[in-house]
């Protein structure tokens, strides 16, 4: 069985996958914190060059999570690093030698 799972998943692309989902669900989720944060923080801001600084990471921070989102999509849409033809004829093999 273990044969079969090693044809079928490949453990390096999923350990990347597995990786760039972590570091980019947390730091984006860091990313919105820091936002929130400061809009707290614009809102009871006295000076006005405060104001303006977290009105900067406020909008920095909106591009950020607003490109993540549109990257994400992209990627999604766009599966140009796949070779399924190739991987779908392994699988096809292994199935038919555990018969």
């Known amino acids: 069985m273990t044969a079969l799972a090693t044809a ?4 390096s692309a ?3 996958i597995i990786l760039v ?3 980019g669900g947390v730091g984006l989720v860091l ?3 820091l936002g929130v944060y400061a809009f707290e923080r ?3 801001a006295r000076s006005l060059g405060a104001k303006i600084l977290d009105a900067t990471v406020i909008a920095l921070v ?3 999570c607003v490109g993540a989102v549109v990257v994400g999509i992209i990627a999604m849409a766009n599966p140009s690093h ?3 033809s ?3 004829k392994k699988a096809a093999a292994v199935v038919q030698r555990a018969d």
């Open 8 to 11: 079928l998943v490949n453990w």
């Open 82 to 84: 796949s070779s399924s």
């Open 21 to 23: 989902g972590l570091i």
């Open 42 to 44: 614009f809102e009871s």
């Open 14 to 16: 999923l350990g990347k």
């Open 31 to 33: 990313v919105f914190g």
């Open 62 to 64: 909106g591009v950020l």
């Open 86 to 88: 190739s991987k779908e």
